[in-house]
């Protein structure tokens, strides 16, 4: 049972963080800042 519920985890967290990274690559490699971010 312990096994099952640390795969998820581990795979739900991989798949957060690779969210994360997708979303952020544009704000990170992009130096002038957005206007939404402005207000």
């Known amino acids: ?3 099952i519920t640390a795969k ?3 795979g739900m967290l991989n798949g957060i ?11 990170i490699y992009r130096p002038e800042i ?3 971010l402005k207000k």
Do not use: D, N, R
């Open 1 to 3: 049972m312990k096994q």
């Open 34 to 36: 957005p206007e939404e």
């Open 17 to 27: 963080a690779g969210f994360f990274v997708k979303t952020a690559s544009p704000f």
């Open 8 to 10: 998820l985890l581990s």
